[in-house]
């Protein structure tokens, strides 16, 4: 690898979005050490330096103990304050590093607690987005149109796989229907949390952009949870799906198939013929391509997120030009950069742009158009004419920053 086309400063001034952002995932630090506190809840360190070392860590020996810091600060996020908090410190720290755009994502069932629901917990959550928008846009370079304005939108997660242990609402689905197989309570809980999704978007006329599925994917296939897609769908709300992370490309096309999927969460075995499983598939060249240019053409954009990759899948541990975001790239399809969980993983946005820079050799033209299909892919909670000049805007000041550091990108601009 040569030396980076861009510099570091650049990446930190360029506009970015962040559509893969797990709110119960990028805490800071010292607010889950307060949290934590305020609510007796156990942490095994109470310093910054102690976390880093033993939960927050650069690399993870596996999916498990890269998923262990979630029990933590999900305990710490039980009621409205906290949530409230955690949201606004989130878009704060976010729009520090340019990021003009987030989708949060969180299972909001996880932080139900008696008299407090779902529909109550992404008023919270909702609250702390807008106080932070409101904060930020107060800037007289955004209302003078010098810098874009910021805007968030939320996503609820539902689960592919749950215990009655994972929360308060979990458990009720379990005891009300003991015999129930799994796989029907699964796709239950998802219908019902589509429903207060909706009602929290249409109702409350909260910023709820999106649906997202996560969860082991192995064993838990989209299909258990068709029923609460369709429903997302047949009421506009954006669909996402967590596949092809620890399963194969058939994970993918379910997602697409099964789930209306628009964005696939990470993707990142979509040309992997060693991680199909499904044996009646019997030419996966042929079933590979064709998915491939099916995402391609149809926009499916691939929220890729590398740091978070690198620290779970052992093959990209040591070489992150293993990553197939090249090879993304080369079949056309829209991909964009995303953080997945800025402390679990210890990153940013500029962290990872820069990577992709140094991985791949990403020229100035090349970021331009990951980063801007980051904008034009969103959820976008608003009219279509309206994102259209937002996006407009975010381009012209990508555009002015790149030349400010002697890019011209304007020139011979390929149609995005």
């Known amino acids: 690898m040569g030396k980076p086309s861009v510099s570091r400063d650049l990446i930190a001034r360029l506009p970015k979005s962040d559509l893969h952002l797990h709110l119960d995932g990028s805490l800071r630090l010292s607010t889950l050490i307060e949290l934590a506190k305020t ?11 102690g976390l880093l070392e033993l939960v927050f860590k650069r690399a993870y020996k596996s999916l498990p103990e890269y998923l262990k810091g979630f029990e933590f600060t999900v305990a710490c996020l ?14 704060i720290d976010c729009r520090q590093e340019n990021v003009f755009y987030v989708e949060m994502r969180f299972a909001p069932q996880l932080h139900v607690r008696g008299e407090f629901r779902v529909r109550d917990v992404l008023r919270a959550v909702c609250r702390g987005l807008e106080r932070a928008k409101k904060e930020i846009n107060a800037d007289p370079e955004v209302k003078r149109g010098a810098v874009p304005r910021f805007e968030a939108g939320v996503i609820v997660c539902a689960l592919r796989f749950f ?7 979990y458990k009720a689905y379990f005891e009300a229907l003991p015999t ?16 207060s999704a909706i009602a929290a978007a249409e109702e409350d006329g909260l910023p709820v952009v999106g649906f997202d599925l996560a969860g082991q994917e192995r064993g838990f296939p989209a ?41 696939i969460g990470h993707g990142t075995w979509l040309f992997s ?26 926009r499916i954009t691939l929220e890729v997120c590398l740091t978070s990759n690198q620290q779970t899948i052992p093959e990209l541990r040591n070489d992150l030009r293993k990553h197939p975001f090249k090879k993304m790239r080369e079949a056309r399809c829209s991909v964009t950069l995303c953080t997945d969980n800025r402390l679990v993983s210890r990153t940013t946005m500029t962290d ?3 990577k992709a820079v140094a991985a791949f050799d990403l020229e100035p033209r090349a970021i331009k158009d990951v980063l801007i299909y980051g904008f034009k892919r969103s959820f976008f909670p608003g009219s279509y004419p309206d994102k259209r000049d937002w996006v407009r805007s975010v381009l012209n000041y990508m555009e002015d920053q790149f030349a400010q550091f002697g890019h011209d990108v304007r020139v011979g601009r390929r149609p995005l």
Do not use: N, W
């Open 39 to 49: 609510h007796k809840v156990a942490l095994p360190s109470r310093t910054p330096e």
């Open 78 to 91: 039980q009621d409205a304050e906290s949530l409230e908090r955690a949201a606004y410190e989130l878009c």
């Open 163 to 169: 215990l009655p242990v994972f929360s308060e609402h």
């Open 180 to 195: 129930a197989p799994a796989e029907e309570i699964y796709s239950l809980a998802s219908l019902e949390l589509a429903r």
């Open 223 to 263: 299909k258990d949870h068709q029923a609460a897609y369709q429903l997302a769908h047949e009421h506009f709300l954006g669909k996402t799906v967590h596949a092809g992370e620890d399963y194969g490309p058939e994970s993918i096309f379910q997602a697409i198939t099964d789930c209306h999927a628009d964005r």
């Open 273 to 298: 013929h060693k991680h199909m499983r499904d044996k009646s598939i019997a030419d996966k060249k042929a079933f590979i391509d064709k998915l491939v240019r099916y995402v391609a053409e149809h």
């Open 352 to 354: 990872e742009v820069e």
